[in-house]
């Protein structure tokens, strides 16, 4: 089955710090999709990134980036010089192909002025 | 482009009554899904259509939840009667319906219902 952890409940940090948000996941396929969104205040979930398992390249996009080691089943997220406009839950999500699309239970970032 | 359009956002319902969603996908996605999120909780898959057919509605509770998508673009989710613990946010989300799991799904809004 799969499953995704992230352990980290709640985080709260001062404007202008590295955050970096944990996702362990669990599945026996070798084929299988990551992703993180990020749902602010508002509700919409806003899809960030995607990555399959054949690509273990780490991602940069601005103050934004992605490390996914497949040694350790993690897929962790970092923001480099937070701004309050990054306070949201941001969730990491597992999908093997042709499944349902399954979710952490989300961190709640604060970042605070 | 316009995103995922869901209405309305906010609905409070007393218990045994019933309510219903709606949600417009993105224009030329051919896989709609719906899911409720629960506070503090990842969003769970409640049904999955591919164009106007189900793919996947094996976490519904069918005997007092119903969805549809007749002419395979907008959707409607109903819930009758409604239980204190449909309290959630019911989201909606669209994609191209690409084969395989690397299809990235795309989110409205949400409709947050309080049953009281």
């Known amino acids: 089955a799969q499953k995704v952890t992230q352990a980290q409940t709640e985080i709260s940090v001062v404007e202008k710090e590295d955050v970096t948000l944990d996702c362990v996941y669990e599945?026996?396929?070798?084929?299988?999709?990551l992703f993180w969104y990020k749902q602010p205040p508002s509700g919409e979930l806003v899809f960030l990134i995607r990555?399959?398992?054949?690509?273990?390249q780490n991602e940069i996009s601005g103050r934004y980036s992605w490390n996914f080691q497949k040694s350790t089943s993690s897929f962790n997220f970092t923001i480099t010089a937070s701004q309050v406009v990054d306070s949201a839950v941001y969730f990491c999500?597992?999908?093997?192909?042709?499944?349902?699309?399954?979710f952490g239970k989300g961190t709640k970032l604060t970042v605070n002025p | 482009e316009a995103g995922v359009a869901q209405s309305p956002r906010y609905k409070i319902i007393e218990k045994r009554q019933s309510v219903a969603f709606w949600c417009n996908p993105i224009?030329?996605?051919?896989?709609l899904y719906w899911y409720q999120q629960i506070l503090g909780q990842g969003p769970k898959l409640l049904i999955q259509?591919?164009?106007?057919?189900?793919?996947?509605d094996s976490q519904l509770p069918k005997d007092r939840f119903s969805a549809e998508r007749l002419k395979g673009v907008d959707s409607t989710l109903k819930i009758q009667p409604a239980k204190l613990e449909d309290s959630a946010v019911y989201l909606c989300?669209?994609?191209?319906?690409?084969?395989?799991?690397?299809?990235?799904?795309?989110f409205g809004p949400g409709t947050r219902l309080t049953v009281l």
């Open positions: 989300a669209s994609s191209l319906g690409a084969s395989g799991g690397g299809d990235t799904q795309y």
């Open positions: 599945t026996r396929d070798t084929t299988y999709y």
């Open positions: 990555r399959n398992s054949f690509d273990e």
């Open positions: 999500a597992l999908r093997k192909t042709s499944e349902k699309l399954v």
């Open positions: 224009s030329g996605h051919a896989t």
């Open positions: 259509f591919q164009n106007n057919g189900v793919v996947d």
